[in-house]
């Protein structure tokens, strides 16, 4: 199944895992999601007989961490954090290491397995989980072995990750949608391929922000840029046009960059 035919069948990406895998697809072969879905689940059943008794919610979360990132020993990849692997569900599961997005990706997914109610929470530059609870949520950091994370410890993930670019607000604590969760899975993925010149791989990246994002402007403005840079100049001319069509009030700088191609 492709990143597209999934979209046609689950628009709102309820099927995390299996969305997660599609994502990246053409990095892994086009890989089956199913053994990943095994995984997950196979974890889940793990930890069902390791639930505190009488049940807690801070217990089921502490089984839940010290499972994942001690039994199973999922870790945060520092050494190699750019690394395209870490963006793979099925090469994270096999290495162990990954990073916050798809750590938290896993997270959310065995932590949904098990009844709770888990979400993902996109800070700028620091990917995490939480857990929606009745008199509030609770945050969590799965790069770092799923520490607890408060609003002090956000504002810090933030600066330290953005190098202090963005200055963290509490709204930065909502949740995210699963398709988000996948946009961002990509982004990550064609920031890096973008940044190191790979139009090859970057031009299968744009086409999935477009997939995910289909409204959204700067997705086919980042897909014009890869298809001008491979020299597919009329390929890239369509997307900007699109980029323009969908852009508030058509924006002066997408207008000034068609025109002057139109001239040269």
């Given at each position: 199944?492709?990143?597209?035919?999934?979209?046609?069948?689950?628009?709102e990406?309820?099927?995390?895992?299996?969305?997660?895998?599609?994502?990246?697809?053409?990095?892994?072969?086009?890989?089956?999601?199913?053994?990943?879905?095994?995984?997950?689940?196979?974890?889940?059943?793990?930890?069902?007989?390791?639930?505190?008794?009488?049940?807690?919610?801070?217990?089921?979360?502490?089984?839940?961490?010290?499972?994942?990132?001690?039994?199973?020993?999922?870790q945060?990849?520092?050494?190699t954090?750019?690394?395209?692997?870490?963006?793979?569900?099925?090469?994270?599961?096999?290495?162990?290491?990954?990073?916050?997005?798809?750590?938290?990706?896993?997270?959310?997914?065995?932590?949904?397995?098990?009844?709770?109610?888990?979400?993902?929470?996109?800070?700028?530059?620091?990917?995490?989980?939480?857990?929606?609870?009745?008199?509030?949520?609770?945050?969590?950091?799965?790069?770092?072995?799923?520490?607890?994370?408060?609003?002090?410890?956000?504002?810090?993930?933030?600066?330290?990750?953005?190098?202090?670019?963005?200055?963290?607000?509490?709204?930065?604590?909502?949740?995210?949608?699963?398709?988000?969760?996948?946009?961002?899975?990509?982004?990550?993925l064609?920031?890096?391929?973008?940044?190191?010149?790979?139009?090859?791989?970057?031009?299968?990246?744009?086409?999935?922000?477009?997939?995910?994002?289909?409204?959204?402007?700067?997705?086919?403005?980042?897909?014009?840029f890869v298809?001008?840079?491979?020299?597919?100049?009329?390929?890239?001319?369509l997307?900007?046009?699109?980029?323009i069509?969908?852009?508030?009030?058509?924006?002066?700088?997408?207008?000034?960059?068609?025109?002057?191609?139109?001239?040269?």
């Amino acid at each position: 199944m492709s990143l597209h035919e999934y979209l046609q069948s689950d628009p709102e990406c309820h099927r995390l895992l299996e969305g997660a895998v599609l994502a990246v697809g053409p990095m892994l072969g086009e890989e089956d999601p199913a053994p990943v879905v095994a995984t997950v689940d196979a974890w889940a059943d793990a930890l069902a007989g390791r639930m505190p008794l009488p049940w807690t919610v801070h217990g089921g979360i502490d089984a839940l961490n010290t499972y994942l990132f001690q039994d199973v020993g999922l870790q945060g990849d520092r050494e190699t954090y750019d690394d395209p692997a870490n963006a793979a569900l099925p090469r994270v599961i096999e290495r162990r290491r990954g990073m916050p997005i798809t750590l938290s990706i896993l997270w959310i997914e065995a932590a949904r397995r098990l009844g709770f109610r888990a979400i993902g929470v996109g800070l700028p530059g620091h990917f995490i989980s939480g857990i929606q609870l009745d008199m509030g949520t609770l945050y969590f950091d799965a790069f770092n072995g799923g520490r607890g994370v408060g609003e002090e410890d956000a504002a810090w993930l933030v600066e330290q990750s953005t190098g202090g670019r963005a200055v963290f607000h509490p709204s930065m604590l909502a949740p995210v949608a699963n398709r988000a969760i996948l946009g961002r899975l990509v982004r990550n993925l064609h920031v890096r391929y973008v940044r190191t010149g790979n139009w090859d791989e970057a031009i299968w990246t744009a086409t999935h922000l477009v997939l995910l994002n289909p409204g959204e402007s700067t997705s086919y403005r980042d897909r014009a840029f890869v298809r001008f840079k491979r020299g597919e100049s009329a390929q890239g001319m369509l997307d900007l046009q699109e980029a323009i069509r969908l852009s508030p009030e058509g924006d002066p700088e997408l207008v000034q960059w068609l025109e002057k191609l139109q001239r040269d």
